[in-house]
């Protein structure tokens, strides 16, 4: 019997870590413009999403704020964006009828989301936005809020698979990069669950055994087809660690996303 690269207190430690973090509410909070901000929050609640999981008010105690402007920031944008900084929590400012492309205080360049005058919110851009700034921090939050789970499980995805890449490239002893690789493809598994509002706990132990046999074979094809390389053979782990996690991923990410759309679809009346 093959032995799992990844001991049980290993998996154990991991199922505790993805548990305690879905523990809490975890809640996106809106300010900014009085009239435009409300506006936005009605629209982020849209799929469903538990009306306490965006609320409209003040940055502290929430994961991440997204603060509307109406043309250039004043003085009372800046002292709260400042209030969100000094309490850790990340800022995503979406600017509606901008004059200029200046910097906005506080807030990082890649987390600015114009918006012309007349359009509508552009609510994919601002779930890629916040799904950017907060990495895997954004999974629980996705569970609570449904219009940002693609844009977060997408980023899941591309993060994991980057990172098993880079692993499967750099460490050259055979075998030596499995605890690894199986330890980041269980933790992308749990938080495309987490982030589909599926149980993120030990109820997920038989896909886990399952993506790893998955992995296996994909190690497998790694090492007949280094038998056929005689240089760049890192390239090839690494291109096959990015696809594995990736393939994996999407199988994944669609099988959440499935069963969510399950979850939504109304019963059939019985006659």
Request: proline share 6%; aromatic share 6%.
């Amino acid at each position: 019997m093959t032995r799992s690269p990844v001991s049980f207190a290993a998996l154990r430690r991991l199922l505790t870590e993805i548990e305690f973090s879905g523990g809490r509410e975890h809640v996106l909070a809106v300010g900014g413009a009085r009239e435009l901000a409300p506006v936005l929050r009605q629209q982020l609640l849209r799929g469903g999403a538990d009306p306490a999981a965006v609320r409209l008010g003040e940055p502290e105690g929430a994961d991440v704020y997204v603060h509307v402007l109406e043309g250039e920031p004043g003085g009372e944008d800046e002292a709260v964006m400042r209030r969100a900084r000094r309490a850790r929590v990340p800022v995503i400012a979406v600017v509606v009828d901008a004059a200029g492309d200046g910097p906005i205080p506080y807030v990082l360049a890649t987390d600015v989301v114009p918006v012309g005058a007349g359009q509508g919110f552009r609510l994919e851009t601002i779930a890629r936005a916040i799904a950017a700034r907060l990495g895997e921090r954004a999974a629980p939050l996705a569970g609570r809020v449904p219009l940002l789970r693609a844009a977060v499980s997408e980023q899941l995805v591309e993060s994991f698979a980057r990172k098993n890449g880079l692993v499967g490239a750099a460490i050259f002893i055979p075998g030596a990069d499995l605890p690894v690789l199986a330890l980041n493809e269980f933790r992308l598994v749990l938080r495309l669950a987490q982030a589909y509002g599926e149980e993120s706990g030990a109820e997920r132990l038989p896909e886990l055994i399952a993506t790893l046999g998955a992995g296996f074979g994909l190690r497998a094809l790694a090492r007949e087809l280094l038998g056929f390389v005689t240089i760049a053979g890192w390239a090839v782990k690494g291109a096959v660690a990015y696809g594995g996690t990736r393939t994996l991923g999407e199988a994944a990410r669609a099988r959440f996303a499935l069963g969510a759309l399950g979850e939504e679809l109304p019963s059939s009346p019985r006659g």
